[in-house]
């Protein structure tokens, strides 16, 4: 079974950063895609950013130039740099690693909180 386990979650103020860290219980190459989703209150999840296995990465038009995805191959670890938060980048941020386009499965971390706030 894979885990895949968030970190970095938490407070802060508006125009401030967080980076968030998603450690994998298997090698990232298994993955077509690892990335980053987001649910605030009352709405979908929605894709933040995500970085496919050939290095093509995609980013949400509302973080786009805020938000940095980078992964470590040999830790096995995807991260989210956020930076010049808004209110808006309120929610829980889950990570998510996606092999079904090579037969596999899709997996998912529980979530870390991220609130932004004055």
């Known amino acids: 079974q894979v885990q895949l386990v968030e970190s970095g979650g938490g407070f802060v103020q508006p125009g401030g950063s967080l980076r968030l860290s998603c450690v994998v219980s298997?090698?990232?190459?298994?993955?077509?895609?690892v990335g980053w989703y987001r649910q605030a209150p009352g709405k979908e999840r929605e894709l933040v950013a995500i970085?496919?296995?050939?290095?093509?990465?995609n980013y949400v038009d509302s973080v786009k130039g805020r938000f940095t995805i980078t992964r470590d191959n040999v830790k096995n670890t995807v991260y989210l740099q956020m930076n010049s938060l808004k209110s808006e980048d309120t929610a829980v941020y889950y990570c998510?690693?996606?092999?079904?386009?090579?037969?596999?499965?899709?997996?998912w971390g529980k979530g870390t909180l991220v609130t932004v706030s004055s």
């Open positions: 998510n690693a996606d092999s079904r386009r090579d037969g596999g499965m899709e997996y």
């Open positions: 970085f496919a296995r050939s290095g093509y990465i």
């Open positions: 298997r090698s990232i190459f298994n993955f077509n895609t």
